[in-house]
């Protein structure tokens, strides 16, 4: 069975520049999440979606952060303009359904610097 | 909101002596568990889960977990530790707080297994 797939791996902007991040989760999931993970910190939720609807995204800055999962598959995380402050990992993770939370299958992430 | 301390930054252990992690809890209700453990590069990985029944858990790669509800405490533990152990580990409780199942994880324990 594939994992999560996720990239880049590692991407390097300048401040106010844009990115955008790519993930592809484990087939058949139906719950997707997007994490952010910085240096000596948890993973942080930033945004949840159940098939291409938003569950919780209580916690994304939306005034830079956008994220969608158009066809219930695959996903894109979008900064826009970035901040030094989200230098951090990006992770992505997926699990069968929302009742199956606790049981998340996780990428690699994606490494973010912004200089 | 519920949440989970993980008291130490750097757990370090000598190869086969017994390892423990911390993490105690914080919720109202009865609590979620979970660990998972983060390689270098890697996505985190579900190790096990306390949802109810028997206090000791047991999961992955010989890894156990000891529920104590009178201490609120969740700790991780394995008899005897190898080399390969040698990775970030979390502690996260499932957060109903805001009508969601999110996980809420600490900030994480990196282990060092001495060889």
């Known amino acids: 069975e594939a994992g999560v797939a996720q990239s880049p791996r590692y991407k390097i902007i300048e401040k106010r520049q844009s990115v955008a991040f790519w993930c592809n989760p484990i087939?058949?999931?139906?719950?997707l999440y997007w994490y952010q993970q910085i240096l000596g910190q948890g993973p942080k939720l930033l945004i949840q979606f159940q098939n291409n609807g938003v569950v919780d995204d209580s916690q994304l800055p939306k005034d830079r952060f956008s994220a969608e999962r158009l066809k219930g598959v695959d996903s894109t995380l979008k900064i826009q303009p970035a901040k030094l402050e989200d230098s951090a990992v990006y992770l992505c993770?997926?699990?069968?359904?929302?009742?199956?939370?606790?049981?998340?299958?996780f990428g690699p992430g994606t490494r973010l610097t912004v200089t | 909101a519920q949440s989970v301390a993980q008291p130490e930054d750097q757990v370090n252990v000598a190869e086969g002596n017994p390892l423990t992690v911390k993490c105690t809890y914080s919720v109202s209700g009865n609590p979620y568990l979970f660990w998972y453990v983060q390689y270098p590069n890697r996505g985190l990985q579900f190790l096990l889960k306390?949802?109810?029944?028997?206090?000791l858990v047991k999961g992955s790669y010989g890894f156990e977990a000891e529920f104590n509800k009178s201490q609120t405490s969740f700790h991780l533990k394995k008899p005897s530790a190898l080399v390969s152990d040698s990775a970030l580990y979390f502690c996260?409780?499932?957060?109903?707080?805001?009508?969601?199942?999110?996980?809420?994880f600490g900030k994480g324990n990196q282990v060092v297994v001495i060889p």
């Open positions: 306390y949802i109810t029944g028997d206090n």
């Open positions: 087939s058949g999931h139906a719950t």
């Open positions: 996260a409780v499932r957060d109903s707080s805001y009508g969601n199942n999110r996980l809420a």
């Open positions: 993770a997926s699990s069968l359904n929302r009742d199956r939370s606790y049981e998340q299958y």
